[in-house]
């Protein structure tokens, strides 16, 4: 694990777990993902969904989260996996108002896997039902060109507007996007989960972040 003197801070959204059997609802990072973004040089802090209380206002609950904001002064995002898209409206607030002080303040971003899904939900783009993409390994061609991992079973119907695809699964679905003026792209696969990180992943976030 390479650990630098970078204070590059990374804020990295969280999924959510229900435990009905503890009446507890979590929110929660896969550890590989933290030690990722060490192995990048990079400092992770957790961003809680809970800014989002379900008794507030949005505009209320967006306000919350842009004094934490302020006060934490993330230098990029990462908008992490885990959870389909409209399963908690905490999750989706919470990630929909990031992308939105992200583009206010140009500020990088990388969506993995449902991250990326965000990322066109939030630009205007549905999602579609795929197969064949769930705990799966396949080579995508484009700018990237690689074997990657696969873990999701929805995947963007069209390209974003502002953005552009850089690459894509041989059966035609895009596996990952970069916005054509802020620095944010979107990978379908999870970095984290190798196990080995690739060096080629490290790079290139550090070249969208640094």
Known sequence: MVISDSKIIVGITQRIDVFKDRDEVRDALDQRLIQWLLSAGFIPIAIPNTFFCMHSSIALNESILNNWLEYMSPHALILSGGNDIGKYEQRDN???????????NRVPVLGICRGMQ???VWAGTELVSIKGHVRNRHEITGEINKEVNSFHDFALAKCPQNFSVISKSADGVIEAIRHNKYPWEGWMWHPEREKEFDNYDIKRLRKLFL
Do not use: D, I, N, V
């Not at 919470?94 to 206010?104: H, V």
């Open 118 to 120: 965000m990322m066109g």
């Open 94 to 104: 919470t990630e929909r108002s990031l992308l939105t002080w992200a583009e206010a």
